[in-house]
């Protein structure tokens, strides 16, 4: 069985020729696995540094308070601070493990720290951690 692009008769195949919409296809995958970790943005905060900075679990809250105090944001979604204790009793209503991570720059004021923590105790929350980051290796 030969393949050719004309019959014996002369006439020409009308078969669809797959292989530029193949390498069409291959260079949208690439470009698409390229652009997009870009779109993936989170938010800028400037933690504390020491020396011990785990957080384990596979269903963990993450308060982030940035710089901009308006918002704060919960598993980088932003909530209207003065919403936030409503939004933390509808998460945690039906959890066992109570317990919130909390991100904070150093640039926040410690007294607006210890408000959202006081508010995160007031909604029921057993647990607060506060997260900071590792200092850079020596």
């Known amino acids: 069985m030969a393949f050719g692009t004309q019959r014996t008769d002369g006439d020409p195949v009308s078969e669809i ?38 957080i384990s679990g596979a269903e963990r809250i993450i308060l982030t308070i940035p710089k901009d105090k308006n918002y704060i944001y919960f598993n980088s979604q932003p909530v209207n601070r003065n919403l936030m204790k409503n939004y933390l009793q509808q998460i945690f209503r039906n959890r066992s493990d109570k317990t919130v991570y909390l991100f904070a720059d150093k640039a926040v004021p410690y007294g607006d720290v210890l408000t959202v923590m006081d508010e995160v105790k007031q909604a029921g929350i057993e647990t607060v951690g506060l997260a900071t980051e590792p200092p850079p290796p020596k």
């Open 17 to 54: 020729n797959v292989t530029p919409l193949v390498d069409v296809m291959l260079v949208l995958l690439v470009i698409f696995m390229i652009t997009t970790p870009l779109f993936e943005r989170g938010i800028d905060v400037n933690l504390p540094q020491t020396a011990t900075s785990n």
